[in-house]
Structures are given as structure tokens and as C-alpha cells.
């Protein structure tokens, strides 16, 4: 036993048989935290809508409980196949998942409306939330096979694999998935190597599409006002019947944040949580119970976990081994990034509303296995960085 | 990883920083800086505040009788969210159930005397019955509610109507004094007095509304127990100095009289034919002449308070406001101005010995007309009076004594301005031509004068010529003034308020003018305590000097000298001795207004009485044996009836 007190010094050659001696902690206790946090918040968010909907108190914080724990479950397994297999894979991969949102499309049509999952068992499937991943593999998966050659033709054809993906999220009437899919699509080809004449003319091509989008009348009126509520947030004397769903949302959130000053009115008092007056507030509205509840102390300290999060992200996108890894990080990084700048922006009237959920936070069991998954990708580029 | 890509990352790392340093302080801005107030705005909208109006002060009379109370009372109300074809039919069946004509049930719902935000109030005072055959059948009466509702009731409902005022909804005032209601509390269906003593003391009676902070879901229902409650205080009570015994005789005298003038020769009309008076309405006034104090304040015609109740009906709002309806709710012994004939000489006689121009010892030659630069200023009926002093002119109502004493007031106005206006002066001191002070709303009179006679004109006509013609101060301005007559103008209230103020001179010949005031004390409706007692008001005192005696005898001949105007009015009247004078107010195009002005007991006094009849006749006809029955009633004494004379001397 004397040997124990003497200090044993890290070897390599452990780093073979003990993957998971490399992880990196932090990154895999961030998510767990946060979801902690966000079965709390939800617990409290859903209790007017518990009770008019006469369901148990409980119904989503279970509900949620359960996708964690499938999402956890989803990690370890992305986490224990080498990423490098799941690089080699990505035609596979982008292959499998597009009849999956297509099929979601023509089920939706068939349904005569908008809608972006499948009915599985008690559970609404999402098939863009793993998209976005998806998206973000083939994308650093075809950077990484053709890296230092990336040419126009094949920076198009990235383009195209992002672009087929979205078309298809976006005839899903999913504005926001389609949104955040192309930030990361930007992210993982501005680290590849995109040439700023690139840049220049997917930005020029970006705003020309959108400008057609908008002049042929294929946005929808509730998406143009969502982005006007945005512009437009001076309701403060309209009364709440005389506002739209948008203005009234708006205010609605930016009036229970605000009310919760610093200390915030303490878990389960705040009377716009409680009572209900902030639409889909435990799913795409969720940081508003946050702020109300727990004040700008609970606030700061959310972002600041989300700030940590990012931080461990971009940390292993300069650590990774190979150029895949850093594109798969910096891709999640930013699919992370904005979706939580978004949803907490919305919240707050610094950016227009759209259905994009909170990280870990939002009700929506799909977005949090997505979430996972992603976060178990890159605990898996970290940890394999030394084989 | 190429340096390049390094460099790439360390943007993206740069660019999510900064997206992370955007949401940190837009998060301190809206709950730690600036925008934290929006927060307000949580509070407003999800806390509504439930208010009741708290019981209103009781109104009694200075024995403690009650004159208006609120009262517990079952109604039934239909929503106004109904469809017309559900609204008939259940207004069909509650017609049945309440045995109401329909139509009646419509009218109340469609009133717009009651709020359009409440439930509408078809039915008040609905017996248990009723109420049980319609609560046993809800379902089939949808909207329909049976409430406890606290409605305003009246114990003796017709009498001083105009003094106590009445309630009715704050929704109809205008929307700019809504706004400035709302700011007090008042909300769409709540009370407000209007007129009278409801209005002059709604802050006193109202009491403060108890209100409930609550919380509420997006739908405006209530989630839990009140978050603050303000248990709010009821109304107190406002005892007035009004005796209901005293006000009850003297609105039903001043009705005998309205109503014994229709049977009188209208005399302004003798000349086309005969023509019989046409009274349209009449007051009285009973002041205690020492603190200012009424006892009785009485307008013809009056209604019913109990009209407005649960919001006021067609056919009863057209009896108020119908032309021919002479306006009942109007008060008119303090809005009422009328020129005040002989009363006046009240101030005159006061007038020519204050300025001594007409000494009360000096005998005129009363030859029933005097002759002003070709001019002929009559008597009444011509009468010729003979040898008259001050005296002897109040009690026989020489106008040619008064004519005389005027023209020679105008005559010093000539060479001097201030004293030749001495009768405006004296009628100023008296109070007239200006607010008594009293707590209702009350006219200003006008006692004309040079200066108003240039406003006038000036105001009336545009050529210079015209204005400076219509400008001079003539002889026969000054005459008119000085009995009453032309352009004199006063209301009922400062007439008694003069008399109360000769009156209370009786010792010292210095009266005292009293704010008239209905404000006895105000009780706390819980202890029953008087939380505060009216102090008497004294506004400046007059100085009658060594007139008074004459003027006082002359006052007490009037009723007790053969001769007296009132004579016959007062005949068998012993006790008590009562001094006071007639008169009779010629007014263009109508009956003359008769009037009579008066005191009790003549030694010592306690009491001025006043009444008018508006185109009633001579004084002595209709206002003096109106100004009897009330005195018979202070002094428990049996009621005389009004008398149809056929003629009288004024």
C-alpha cells in the first residue's frame, strides 16, 4: 500500500484503454445541470396550463424527465462509437435523414396543415432537431475529405447539402430550425476555409432568395409579423385585446422579466408565471420563468452555465485532433449559440419571435435528445483527441 | 489545424462572446435598469381590483328623522349580453313571474340611466316568492340574476325632494367629468348625488368603497384569496336643520296656494278680457333668524326621489323634464330669481335713513301717483293713501312713499355718485345680488345700478347709440329698484335671509347677515357620535339705527293694523304676533308674483318665512295665507286654509 502515496504520473499509454478518463467533465455537467433547471422552471411555468388542460401537475415535468433521460442515454451511445466512424458515415447519415423530414411534410400535408413531427407512441417525434446535426456532420464530414481544396464548386455543393435540408424544414413552415440550420451551415464552412468572395456571394445569394421569398408571397403573414412585433414594441399603452398574439406575447415577457428586478419574486410567486399570462412559457417562453421567478440573479447565472457551456465548445474546437472535430464543435458551438441568443433575445425584444426552444431548458423532448446528442458528439471528438 | 482555421475560431469565439455580453445587458437593462418598470405593467395585468360601494350616509332631519337611507333590496337583472330574440323571451317570462308588463321590464332594461357595463336593473323590491320561482328555474331564465342590491331610500319620499337631491349613475356625466370622477374612485354604475344635500355632501356621504386586490388569470377569473383588502368605511350621516314636520306643511301650503291662484282673475290681463292666473310653481323659505339656520326650504312643483331608484323610467323622466312640467327639479326657493316687488321696500326704507333722505318720522302726501318730470309712478290700484310716514307706507304699501324716497336718491346721484346709490348699497349689505354662501347651488340675483345698466346695454346692442341710450340712468331706474320692480332680481332664499337679518336686529337694531346653511352635524354612522357640528356663519351685520322701530311697526301693522295688507290674511291669527310684508312683482307677459316676506313673534323673533308664487297675484292673496299655515304649524296650531279672495290690496 506504500506505493499509493507516492504520486503516479499520467501516462500516455492510459489514454488507449480509458476514454473516458478524458472526458471533459465540465461539458458533460453543464447540460445535466442545465436540464436539472429546466425541470424546475417547467415544473413552475406549466401550472396554469396543467390546470386548465386538467392534466396532472406533473405531466410535463415528466414528460421532459423522460427525454432526458433517453437523451442521456442517446449521448453515451454517440459517445462511445468513434466519431471518426460517424465522419466516414455522414453520406449515410444525411441520406437517412432526408426521407424522414420529407415524410413529415407529406404526413403534415395530409394532416391539410403545418407540421413538423411524428407521432411516436405518447411522444412527438421532430426530425429537424436531429437535422441540424445531421447537417452539421455532412457539411464538416465533406469539408474534412476535400480540406485545403475547397473550391467553388465544392463549397456549392456544402451549400447544397444545407440548402436541400432546409427547403424541406422550411416547407415544414419551421422558420427558426430553417434559421439555425443556416447559421451552422455558415459556422462549419467559414472555419473550412470559405474565401471571402465566398462569403460575399452566399450573402448576396441569401438576401436575393429572401427578397423573392417575400415579394412571391411564400413567408407567411405570421412570420412577417412576428419579425414586425420585433420592430414594432411600442404597446405599451395598447390594451392587451387590442394588440396582435406577437405584440401581446412580447409584452407579456418582457413585463414578467422585468418584474422580477434583481432577486426575482421567489420560485412559484411570481403572478404572471403562475397565473399563466406568458404564452408557451414553459416551452419557447421558458427563460421569462427564470427571470420572473429567480430575478436577474437567476438569469445572469443561466447564461453564465450557457457561457460556460460555449466556452468548453470553442475550448475543444481548438483541441481537436482533426479538422472534422474542430468543424463538428464549432458547428454545435454555433447551433448552441444562436439558438439560445434567439430564444433569449426573443424573450427580452432584442430579436423577433420564433419557435426556437432553450437549449436543455424548453419543453420538447425532441430539441432536448437533439441537444444531447450534439453535446455527447463533441465529449466524444474530446475525448478520442489523443488516439 | 491550419493557423488560418485557428484564427477563424478565435472570431467565432469573439462574435459568441459578444452575443452573450448583448444578453447580459439587455437582461440588467429590463430587471435592473431602466425598462424595470414595464415590470409594472406584470402587476397591472395580472391583479384587478374588485371594488364595493360601502353603505351611504343616512340623511336625517334635525329631530333624527330620516330623510333618505340606503336599504337592502332584491332585484332582478338581465345581462346585457344577450341576444335580442333571448332577451324578449326571457324579458316575456319575467313579465309573467313579476307580474310587470313587459314593456315596462324593456323600458328599464333599455334606460339610459343605467350603466351599460352592469347588468341591467329590471325589477327592484322583488318579493321572495319571485325571487324563489325564478331562482328554482335558472336554467330557464338565462341571464337572468336575483341580487342583493342597496338602493337609496326615502321615508318621506316626496318631501324636499330639491334639498335633499337625488342619485343616479356617474356614467351620465360627460366623459371629460367621468375622467375626473374615475380619479376619485368612482367607477361605470356607481352613485353619484346630484343636486341637493346628496351632491353639496357626496364626499361626506359616500363613505370610501371597500377594495380587493386580486389576482387573476388571463381570462379575468379570480385565482385564490385577496391579495389586499381595503375593508373601505360607510358613509356618514348628514343631520340637516330642515324640520320634515315644518317642510311637509310647507310644500303642501305652497301646493293649496299653487292651487288656489288657478282660481284667481289674472289682473295683468284685465284689460284684453278675463283672463284667470296660470301658476307654474312657487317656494318657500323658513330660516331661524339667529344662526342662519333652514327649517324648511320648499319648491313647487317637486317629485318623487324614489323616481330614480334603480335608474329612472321614461314616462317619469318626461314628468321631470316635460315643458310643461315647469321643471320640478328645479329648487326653486334657491334658483329661482324673481323680482321681489313690495318686499323689497325692506331695503329701501332701510336705505332712506342709513343716507338720510327721507327721515321715517317725516310725513309725505301719499295722492296715490307721483308725477316725476311728466312721468306718472301710480299706486297699486291708484289707492291714495294721504299723510304717510315709514310706518304707515309699510304697513298700507305706499309705492307713491318709496317713489318719492327714490327719485330723490336719484336726484343726489346727480351730484353724488356713491351716496345716490344708497338703496343698491343697503340691498347689497342684505345680501342680495350676490351668493348667500348657502351649500346647494343658489342664483345671484341682481340689483341694478348704473353700471350694470351700461354692461347690459353694451352686451344688448350694437350701435353706439343704441348702447348709449340704453345706457342712461334714469329716473324711473332708481323708482322701479326701489320697490321691486323692473330690473330687480332675487331668490327666495336671500329675500328670507334680509328679513332673518332685520329680524335679528330686535334689541339692538344691528342685524346680523347668518350664511344660510341646511348642515347641522355630521354623525359617524358606527357610534352614532357627531363627528362634527356646524359652526353659524355670521357674513357682516347692517345697521338700521333709529328706523328700526318705525320700520318694525310698520311691519307688524301689515298683519295687524286694519289697514295692513295682510290684514285679512292673518285675521284671527292671535298668537303668535307676526310682522312682515306683501308683495305683488308685476312680471311682463305674465301674472304678477305674489309674495310675502315675513317674521316671528314680532317681539323677539325666531323665525323668517318666505313665500312666492310664481303668477299667483297679489301678495296677500296667495304667498301671505301660504306664509300662515306654515307659522300655524311651527306653533302647533290648527292649519287655516289658503282663502280664494276676491280682491286684496297690495
Known sequence: MASISAPVPRRRGAVNTHLFGHIDLALLALPLAISALGLLMIFDASRHETAIGGLSRLYYVERQSAAVIIGIIAMIIVMSIDYRRIRDAWPLLYLAILPLLAGVVVLGRNHGGAQAWFQVGPFQFQPSEIAKIVVIVAIAGYCHQHRGDLDAWRVAVAVGLAGLVMAIVYAQHDLGTMLVIMVCAAAVLVIAGLKPVHIVVMLMLAASLVGAAVVTGKVHTYQIQRLTGFADQSTKNVPAADQTATQFNLSASKAAIASGGFEGAGFGHGMQTKNGFVPEQHTDFIFTAVGEDLGFVGGATLLLLYALLAWRLWRIALLSSDFFGTLVAVGVLAMFAIQIFENVGMTMGIMPITGIPLPFMSYGGSAVIASFIAVGLVLNIHMRRFT | ?650
Open chain 2, 1 to 650: 489545424m491550419s493557423d488560418n482555421s485557428r484564427v477563424r475560431v478565435s472570431i467565432v469565439g469573439v462574435v459568441i462572446v459578444a452575443l452573450f455580453a448583448s444578453l447580459f445587458a439587455r437582461l440588467w437593462f429590463l430587471q435592473m435598469g431602466p425598462e424595470q418598470s414595464l415590470g409594472k405593467i406584470a402587476i397591472s395585468l395580472s391583479t384587478r381590483v374588485i371594488q364595493t360601494e360601502s353603505p351611504r350616509g343616512e340623511i336625517l332631519d334635525r329631530n333624527g328623522k330620516v330623510l333618505a337611507q340606503d336599504v337592502a333590496a332584491w332585484a332582478v337583472t338581465v345581462d346585457r349580453n344577450l341576444s335580442s330574440a333571448t332577451r324578449d323571451r326571457v324579458l316575456g317570462q319575467l313579465a309573467e313571474v313579476l307580474g310587470t308588463p313587459e314593456k315596462v321590464l324593456l323600458a328599464n332594461y333599455t334606460s339610459v340611466r343605467q350603466s351599460p357595463l352592469a347588468p341591467a336593473i329590471v325589477k327592484l323590491r322583488v318579493p321572495l316568492s319571485q325571487q324563489l320561482a325564478i331562482r328554482e328555474h335558472n336554467e330557464d331564465y338565462p341571464g337572468v340574476h336575483v341580487v342583493a342590491l342597496t338602493i337609496r331610500s326615502y321615508p318621506y319620499d316626496g318631501v324636499a325632494s330639491q334639498v335633499l337631491g337625488y342619485l343616479s349613475q356617474v356614467d351620465a356625466f360627460s366623459p371629460k367629468e367621468f375622467k375626473q370622477l374615475e380619479a376619485k374612485g368612482y367607477r361605470p354604475g356607481d352613485l353619484i348625488g346630484h343636486d341637493g344635500v346628496e351632491a353639496a355632501y357626496e364626499s361626506v356621504l359616500r363613505g370610501r368603497p371597500r377594495r380587493e386586490t386580486v389576482q387573476v388569470d388571463p381570462s379575468g377569473k379570480q385565482i385564490g384569496p385577496p391579495l389586499k383588502v381595503d375593508p373601505g368605511a360607510p358613509g356618514k350621516n348628514v343631520q340637516l336643520t330642515i324640520d320634515i314636520n315644518v317642510q311637509k306643511v310647507a310644500e303642501e301650503a305652497l301646493a293649496e296656494g299653487v292651487n288656489a291662484a288657478r282660481g284667481l282673475q289674472d289682473l295683468s290681463k284685465a284689460t284684453s278680457g278675463y283672463a284667470k292666473l296660470k301658476p307654474t310653481g312657487g317656494a318657500a323659505v323658513v330660516l331661524d333668524v339667529h344662526d342662519g339656520s333652514v327649517l324648511a326650504m320648499a319648491s313647487n312643483p317637486t317629485y318623487n326621489l324614489s323616481w330614480w331608484v334603480g335608474g329612472i323610467s321614461t314616462d317619469h323622466f318626461a314628468l321631470l323634464s316635460a315643458p310643461g312640467a315647469q321643471n320640478p327639479l328645479l329648487n326653486r326657493a334657491t334658483l329661482g330669481q324673481y323680482a321681489p316687488g313690495s318686499t323689497f321696500k325692506l331695503v329701501t326704507a332701510t336705505a332712506l335713513n342709513a343716507y338720510n333722505v327721507l327721515p321715517a318720522s317725516q310725513y309725505i302726501t301719499d295722492n296715490g301717483v307721483l308725477d316725476v318730470n311728466g312721468f306718472p309712478f301710480q299706486n297699486d290700484n291708484k289707492e291714495v293713501n294721504g299723510q304717510v310716514n315709514l310706518q304707515k307706507a309699510l304697513t298700507v304699501s305706499s309705492d307713491v312713499y318709496f317713489y318719492t324716497g327714490a327719485w330723490d336718491f336719484w336726484n343726489i346721484w346727480q351730484v353724488d355718485k356713491a351716496r345716490g346709490l344708497g338703496i343698491q348699497d343697503v340691498a347689497s349689505q342684505l345680501g342680495f345680488g350676490k351668493p348667500t354662501g348657502f351649500e346647494l347651488s343658489e342664483a345671484s340675483g341682481r340689483i341694478p345700478d348704473p353700471a350694470w345698466k351700461t354692461a347690459f346695454a353694451k352686451a344688448n346692442y350694437k350701435t353706439a347709440e343704441e348702447i348709449r341710450q340704453n345706457s342712461i340712468w334714469y329716473p324711473a331706474d332708481n323708482i322701479h329698484a326701489a320697490v321691486g320692480q323692473g330690473d330687480d332680481f332675487v331668490t327666495p332664499l336671500q329675500l328670507a335671509n334680509a328679513y332673518a337679518t332685520f329680524a335679528n336686529g330686535y334689541a339692538s337694531h344691528v342685524g346680523t347677515v347668518w350664511t344660510p346653511h341646511l348642515d347641522q352635524t355630521v354623525i359617524d354612522p358606527m357610534t352614532k357620535k357627531p363627528v362634527q357640528t356646524y359652526a353659524p356663519k355670521a357674513r357682516s351685520t347692517v345697521n338700521f339705527g333709529d328706523a328700526y322701530s318705525a320700520m318694525a311697526a310698520g311691519f307688524r301693522g301689515v298683519v295687524d293694523d286694519p289697514k295692513g295688507t295682510a290684514y285679512d290674511a292673518f285675521r284671527g291669527l292671535t298668537f303668535p304676533a307676526v310682522s312682515g310684508k306683501t308683495g305683488t312683482a308685476d312680471v311682463t307677459g305674465k301674472g304678477a308674483t305674489s309674495l310675502f316676506a315675513s317674521y316671528f313673534p314680532s317681539d323677539n323673533p325666531q323665525y323668517a318665512v318666505v313665500a312666492l308664487v310664481e303668477q299667483g297675484g297679489h301678495g296677500a292673496q296667495i304667498a301671505a295665507p301660504i306664509v300662515r299655515q306654515i307659522i300655524e304649524s311651527i306653533n302647533h296650531l290648527p292649519i287655516t286654509p289658503v282663502p280664494t279672495l276676491k280682491t286684496a290690496k297690495d
